[in-house]
């Protein structure tokens, strides 16, 4: 077993996009998984996670969502790269559906289609899921949980993982009451995870910001990386 990286350049309309796939070169064609940034922008966090997918037996595209590859350094600036694309979820589903497009392209990928996604990077996967039938499933890890203002499907086809930490100020637990109801009405195969005590971006491990509601947990993240595995090998085997 060798893992590989790629860079993939693709493009939505006329913005220049800049993304990683990872992959075990000792393998047949494989189901690709999606990983989806936070609002820093495709950094070594989203690459390591395409890692361990590939490590996995699945090719991992860590993609970009701002164009170039641009990622913030602080709040400021991850507030300016995110901003446009969250206030426009037509543009955001758009791009993230490009990603799609263009992974399944390589040489390397084969079969169903699956999505994670990271803090803003968890709406971005949820929204493919809301607006795409061709999709097998996604799962959101501390992720946004926001229902689109754009029209979406009325049936929700690919199956919905939300990791959550419950005490995230972020996501607040009427707002995870408000996504059950959405994903229910939509006939979606939904299911929530609470971790109690955990806050916002409980996977990353230089999160360490209780004030602005953000702090690692080890824990936390080792169970949704248990069920995260488990639910993909499900919906992608």
Same mark, same amino acid.
């Given at each position: 077993m060798t893992i590989q990286r790629?860079?993939?350049?693709?493009?939505?309309?006329?913005?220049?996009?800049k993304g990683v796939m990872v992959y075990d070169d000792a393998r047949e064609p494989s189901p690709p998984v999606l990983v989806? !940034? =936070?609002? #820093?922008?495709?950094?070594a966090f989203e690459i390591e996670q395409a890692e361990r997918l590939a490590g996995l037996g699945y090719v991992g595209f860590a993609i970009d969502m701002y164009g170039d590859g641009a990622t913030g350094d602080d709040k400021?600036?991850?507030?300016?790269?995110?901003?446009p694309v969250v206030s426009d979820r037509a543009l955001l589903q758009a791009r993230i559906g490009a990603a799609v497009d263009c992974i399944r392209g390589e040489p390397e990928v084969a079969? !169903? =289609?699956? #999505?994670?996604?990271?803090c803003f990077g968890g709406l971005c996967v949820l929204d493919?899921?809301?607006?795409?039938?061709d999709i097998a499933g996604v799962v959101s890890l501390h992720g946004l949980l926001s229902a689109p203002?754009?029209?979406?499907?009325?049936?929700?086809?690919?199956k919905v993982l939300v990791?959550?930490?419950?005490?995230d100020p972020m996501v607040p637990p009427e707002q995870v009451v408000a996504f059950a109801s959405e994903m229910s009405a939509a006939n979606s195969d939904w299911q929530v995870h609470a971790y109690g005590?955990?806050?916002h971006a409980f996977t990353n491990p230089d999160a360490n910001d209780p004030d602005f509601g953000t702090v690692y947990s080890e824990v936390a993240t080792r169970r949704a990386n248990y069920a995260m595995d488990d639910f993909l090998n499900e919906v992608l085997s």
């Open positions: 790629r860079e993939i350049r693709y493009q939505h309309g006329d913005v220049n996009l989806a !940034p =936070t609002w #820093a922008g495709c950094t400021e600036e991850c507030t300016a790269l995110m901003t079969g !169903p =289609t699956g #999505a994670i996604g990271y493919l899921a809301r607006t795409r039938d203002d754009n029209d979406t499907l009325s049936s929700i086809t690919a990791l959550h930490g419950y005490d005590g955990v806050l």
